[in-house]
């Protein structure tokens, strides 16, 4: 028994950061009232959260590697509780983002050097790595129940309080349970791609909020989104020429990375983008509780978790263009199948695209990693690793800020708004979703399919040449 507390500590603060990017979902209805925030101050509730994440997840494993994993992800679960009883007391929706963005600067940490503690601490790592691969699966859908629970039953500052208990357990059994971690004090840390690759990712997700909300030829947009491409640029050339960067641009030129990439991005983007609309068209305009309206979102975990668990086996051995590729259309599909709720529709509407979504979840989500890393050097597998979970963050970001953009030209500004304005703009939001997964997962099935015709070729060539 006692063998198991490392790996039940890292799956406690592993589901608590995990868990903290879907519960606040069903809950922005009661924060929109309470702290009487708009659509766009909504999306940065979300968005301040997965940027953090996004932005700070690889330099943060490279810190990881100079301080000592154990003390990486000790600062990290005490920066999380502090944020997450921020967020808890906040009155006003900027100081709420604030600690939201605290949140995802701890949750990085934690995500960044869980694999690494468990990595140390197993030997035989196959039974512990698919445990807390199952506890990240299920996080999504015990986040939007336990997010309509509590905000039902206490209050939405209760999916922040609900933390402080865990953080503390989670704090006590890492100090006591994990052996101290190897420090590189050599490893070098990339702050100049750092600061290009959150200058980027933030400005474009500002200019694309701040547009849709003031218009696209407002001051500060315009000034936001020339700044995200000045910083891509920066971002581009720092990589280049860093003796040790953040994300070797090299990585790109393989196929097979850059097919993941693309694949866990629009995963996200595609399947979750989408559900903080969701939840308010379903308590809003339709009147439900917190906890129906995260029931009626389960669907599309339970499919995930379902598909993912019975064929698991089967889809390891699948070739990437169909797990990662095809998964991803189906997901679009899905998302597709969402448009079909009009002004008289009810939450049944849902389960159909909900459960082909999971479904491509199912199929997609469990090979993102493994491909990615197994497609470079095993020494760069770390860095695959965070690269695919960054890509992941990147694309929910950006998605919320382009869907919320998408509901709001069509439906109006975020003032209350009649049903048949609502779901016109949801249904607009989906069409976008469905049409990023599915062209995204199109050009992933071509990139794996011809990636694999070239290593076949080479294998070719290299038989005739020793023939």
Known sequence: MKKWLPLFAACLGTLMLLIDVTIVNVALPDIATDLRAGLSSLQWVVDGYALALAALLLVLGSLADRVGAKRAYLAGLVLFALASLGCGIADTASNLIVGRVLQGIGGAAMFATTLSLLHSTYTGRGIAFGVWGAVSGAAAGIGVVLGGVLTEALSWRWIFFVNLPIAVLAIALTASVFPASVRRADRAVDVPGMLAFATAATAVTYGVIRGGEHGWSEGRAVSALMLGVVAVIVFAVVESRSAAPMFPLALLRNRDFGATLLGASGQTFAAFASTPLVSIWLQQQLRMTPLHAGLAL????????????????????????????AGLVLVGIGTGLLTVIDAGSSWPALIPGLVVIGAGIGVNAPALVSVGMAAVPPQQGGTAAGAVNT???????????VLGTVFRGVAGADQPMTLPHFTAGLDAAFTVAAAVGIVFGVIAFVLFHRQRAIVASDNVEQKVVVA
């Open 391 to 401: 890509a992941r963050q990147l694309g929910l970001a950006l998605g919320v800020a």
């Open 298 to 325: 389960l669907p599309m975990a339970a499919t995930a978790f379902l598909v993912a668990g019975v064929f698991g086996r089967l889809m390891h051995d699948a070739p990437p263009k169909w797990t990662i590729g």
